[in-house]
Nanobody, 122 residues
Framework: QVQLVESGGGLVQAGGSLRLSCAASGRTSSRYAMSWFRQAPGKEREFVAAISWSGGSTDYTDSVKGRFTISRDNAKNTVYLKMNSLKPEDTAVYYC???????????????WGQGTQVTVSS
């Protein structure tokens, strides 16, 4: 089992930046790919970004490319999402996810955090 705890969310003005963190605990000796998803009010949860266990492969949804950067520090069992040039449409609950494979995926994840709220005001 892996437990995931997100932090770093908050209220920011459009054009601002935030950095989300996701700390993993439990069975962290395995090689997990990690990802961020988000869910806006009234919408389905959507894929945002993913990173392989080694950090050598990343993937982003088109709407955040060039603005968001996913990274990880395996020594700290933590994955990050740096979000720049935030827009009101980025407002959502952001969830961290882990899958029990080292390669990235946009949909197949086994463990989820409880989420952190990001609100971008116009």
């Amino acid at each position: 089992q892996v437990q995931l705890v997100e932090s770093g969310g908050g209220l920011v003005q459009a054009g601002g930046s935030l950095r989300l963190s996701c700390a993993a605990s439990g069975r962290t000796s395995s090689r997990y790919a990690m990802s961020w998803f988000r869910q806006a009010p009234g919408k389905e949860r959507e894929f945002v970004a993913a990173i392989s266990w080694s950090g050598g492969s990343t993937d982003y949804t088109d709407s955040v490319k060039g603005r968001f950067t996913i990274s990880r520090d395996n020594a700290k069992n933590t994955v990050y999402l740096k979000m720049n040039s935030l827009k009101p449409e980025d407002t959502a609950v952001y969830y961290c996810a882990a899958r029990t494979r080292p390669t990235i995926s946009t949909s197949n994840y086994d463990y989820w955090g409880q989420g952190t709220q990001v609100t971008v005001s116009s």
